[in-house]
């Protein structure tokens, strides 16, 4: 799934890894806002990293770096899905 919409401002990357956060463009009654949360606390206690760039030609692509094995170099995969933007997205 591709998010075409204007994504993330970059100052507000962080606040949607919080438990319960969702954007203003929700279905009513739809999500409780912790998917992002749960994959960064996966990631975090795999010893990797999951971050939010943006998708050319507009939207988000979050990014998973997760060590190969102690000491090896990190396996990096990306997947460009909906992450809710601002209003309107």
């Keep these: 799934m591709v998010d075409q919409g204007p994504g993330i401002r970059p100052d507000e990357r962080d606040a949607v890894f919080e438990p319960f956060q969702r954007r203003d463009d929700h279905a009513s ?33 979050a990014v998973v770096a997760l060590p190969k094995a102690p000491g090896s170099a990190p396996i990096t995969a990306s997947a460009t899905a909906r992450v809710p933007g601002e209003a309107g997205t």
């Design 29 to 61: 009654g739809s999500g409780a806002g912790v998917g992002l949360a749960i994959a960064r606390g996966f990631t975090e206690a795999m010893h990797g990293t999951i971050t939010l760039d943006d998708t050319p030609g507009g939207g988000l692509t």
